[in-house]
């Protein structure tokens, strides 16, 4: 693709204010506790079999315990009402936790109901985790009853309970990522950026870990430190097309020639790392958005480019999604 190779030549107005708003992915505490450690991400055909039990649920007892166990596995799978479906079919008449699948369903039932707001269905399966598996020597359920105590709304206590985790395991990354999920959904700014860069001293090859800085840094306001720390997860990270994209949205809504120039790039390479099968359109629109903010003359690589750009956008819905073709039409043409 030849997309990157024209940007270090595009021209730039001295003025720049146009920002394209920052879409902040605010990840629950509750359903996401380790937002920062977590790194596995899931297959086409896992989010494709998560997509098809929210349209219908599985029949089969097999069927549901494999998509529950895939939501065990990627939080960010799902719907919450999926999750509560699925283990409010699958659950017992008692909790034991005398097997893997058992434990999945345990846990799985636990954030489930306390998602929902059941804190007394959740206070069931933690006891059953509790006994099988005491917080004095599993991390995991020190981790649940951090949970149970901020989804009930007790945060100083979840905290307390996060502090007292992470004296007995220091080397679990969840539990301090845990600790950052929560001053942040807490709205403790302060506390939770002093937390993510002690996170990301002591774990400096995870990824989650910088990208969670990054955005911790972008909603305190700080854009300079917020795109250090996504250079750093592209370090780790280099074919990401959100990191790419984000990166893109920090250096747009920080302005300026240069900036503008790197988010047009930084967009560009989103879109390289994709295909026509796989369009990411939030990468594409920001290209077409950055191309045609980005000034230049009317015949010029700048708005050839943002032209082409403009078709791939407009093929697309004319392909994937025919009944907004029109609205994307105008978008484009007020652009």
Same mark, same amino acid.
């Given at each position: 693709?030849?997309?990157?190779?024209?940007?270090?030549?595009? %021209?730039?107005?001295?003025?720049?204010?146009?920002?394209?708003?920052?879409?902040?992915? +605010?990840?629950?505490?509750?359903?996401?506790?380790?937002?920062? $450690?977590?790194?596995?991400?899931?297959?086409?055909?896992?989010?494709?079999?998560?997509?098809?039990?929210?349209?219908?649920?599985?029949?089969?007892?097999?069927?549901?315990?494999?998509?529950?166990?895939?939501?065990?596995?990627? %939080?960010?799978?799902?719907?919450?009402?999926?999750?509560?479906?699925?283990?409010?079919?699958?659950?017992?008449?008692?909790?034991?936790?005398?097997?893997?699948? !058992?434990?999945?369903?345990?846990?799985?039932?636990?954030?489930?109901?306390?998602?929902?707001?059941?804190?007394?269905?959740?206070?069931?399966?933690?006891?059953?985790?509790?006994?099988?598996?005491? @917080?004095?020597?599993? %991390?995991?359920?020190?981790?649940?009853? $951090?949970?149970?105590?901020?989804?009930?709304?007790? +945060?100083?206590?979840?905290?307390?309970?996060?502090?007292?985790?992470?004296?007995?395991?220091?080397?679990?990354?969840?539990?301090?990522?845990?600790?950052?999920?929560?001053?942040?959904?807490?709205?403790?700014?302060?506390?939770?950026?002093?937390?993510?860069?002690?996170?990301?001293?002591?774990? %400096?090859?995870?990824?989650?870990?910088?990208?969670?800085?990054?955005?911790?840094?972008?909603?305190?306001?700080?854009?300079?430190?917020?795109?250090?720390?996504?250079?750093?997860?592209?370090?780790?990270?280099?074919?990401?097309?959100?990191?790419?994209?984000?990166?893109?949205?920090?250096?747009?809504?920080?302005?300026?020639?240069?900036?503008?120039? @790197?988010?047009?790039?930084?967009?560009?390479?989103?879109?390289?790392?994709? !295909?026509?099968?796989?369009?990411?359109?939030?990468?594409?629109?920001?290209?077409?958005? @950055?191309?045609?903010?980005?000034?230049?003359?009317?015949?010029?690589?700048?708005?050839?480019?943002?032209?082409?750009?403009?078709?791939?956008?407009?093929?697309?819905?004319?392909?994937?999604?025919?009944?907004?073709?029109?609205?994307?039409?105008?978008?484009?043409?007020?652009?």
């Amino acid at each position: 693709s030849p997309l990157p190779s024209f940007l270090s030549t595009v %021209p730039v107005p001295s003025l720049f204010s146009l920002c394209i708003p920052s879409c902040l992915v +605010v990840l629950l505490f509750l359903l996401l506790p380790s937002t920062v $450690a977590y790194t596995m991400m899931p297959t086409d055909e896992e989010i494709a079999s998560v997509a098809r039990a929210q349209q219908s649920m599985p029949s089969s007892s097999a069927d549901q315990q494999r998509v529950l166990h895939l939501l065990a596995t990627h %939080p960010c799978l799902g719907t919450p009402a999926l999750r509560l479906a699925l283990v409010r079919s699958l659950r017992p008449s008692s909790y034991t936790v005398d097997s893997a699948a !058992n434990s999945i369903l345990v846990e799985q039932t636990f954030v489930a109901e306390l998602e929902c707001g059941s804190a007394s269905e959740a206070q069931r399966a933690l006891t059953a985790m509790e006994a099988a598996f005491p @917080a004095k020597v599993s %991390p995991k359920t020190s981790l649940y009853q $951090a949970q149970y105590a901020a989804g009930t709304g007790d +945060v100083a206590k979840a905290d307390e309970l996060l502090v007292d985790a992470i004296a007995r395991f220091p080397t679990s990354s969840k539990l301090a990522a845990a600790r950052v999920s929560l001053h942040r959904d807490a709205g403790h700014l302060d506390t939770a950026l002093q937390l993510a860069g002690d996170y990301t001293t002591h774990y %400096p090859s995870d990824a989650d870990g910088w990208l969670e800085a990054a955005e911790l840094y972008a909603t305190a306001g700080s854009l300079d430190r917020a795109l250090f720390c996504i250079d750093q997860t592209l370090l780790l990270r280099p074919t990401s097309v959100g990191v790419w994209t984000r990166k893109g949205e920090l250096c747009y809504t920080a302005g300026g020639p240069a900036n503008v120039r @790197a988010a047009a790039t930084a967009f560009a390479r989103a879109v390289e790392l994709t !295909n026509d099968s796989r369009l990411d359109m939030r990468a594409m629109w920001s290209l077409y958005v @950055a191309l045609r903010r980005g000034g230049g003359p009317a015949g010029g690589p700048t708005r050839a480019l943002a032209l082409e750009v403009g078709k791939r956008i407009t093929a697309a819905y004319a392909d994937k999604c025919p009944s907004l073709l029109a609205a994307a039409e105008d978008v484009i043409s007020t652009i």
